[in-house]
Nanobody, 130 residues
Framework: QVQLVESGGGSVPAGGSLTLSCAVS?????????WAWFRQGPGKEREGVAA???????????FYANSVKGRVVISRDDAENTVLLQMDTLNPEDTGTYYC???????????????????WGQGTQVTVSS
């Protein structure tokens, strides 16, 4: 398991943008990983936002929840050892605590479900005002 620390949250008006960063504490040494972002809004269950499968500096694929598709991009910077979530055209429904998650893979596909991941960060708060 790796240690994850999120940053980059804040308060923005509707229509604004934010880029969240997830710092990975250990070097992954070219291993294959699924990385994901989840969020939990006020009074809501935690839901998957985006996921990406990588090996070293290479990306196999990425996918997104329907609620954010076209507005969000997930990426992995292997040199900086971070996972980024760029979010544009934010709306109040995007408000919540955003969590980074990870799982080292041998084979298989990534999933956007909580139980799939075994490493989690503490979260960063995003607030979008109308």
């Amino acid at each position: 398991q790796v240690q994850l620390v999120e940053s980059g949250g804040g308060s923005v008006p509707a229509g604004g943008s934010l880029t969240l960063s997830c710092a990975v504490s250990e070097h992954t040494y070219g291993g294959t990983y699924c990385w994901a972002w989840f969020r939990q809004g006020p009074g809501k269950e935690r839901e998957g936002v985006a996921a990406i499968k990588t090996r070293g500096a290479s990306t196999f694929y990425r996918f997104y929840a329907n609620s954010v598709k076209g507005r969000v991009v997930i990426s992995r910077d292997d040199a900086e050892n971070t996972v980024l979530l760029q979010m544009d055209t934010l709306n109040p429904e995007d408000t919540g605590t955003y969590y980074c998650a990870a799982r080292e893979m041998t084979d298989g596909t990534c999933h956007l479900t909580q139980s799939f991941y075994n490493s989690w960060g503490q979260g960063t708060q995003v607030t979008v005002s109308s």
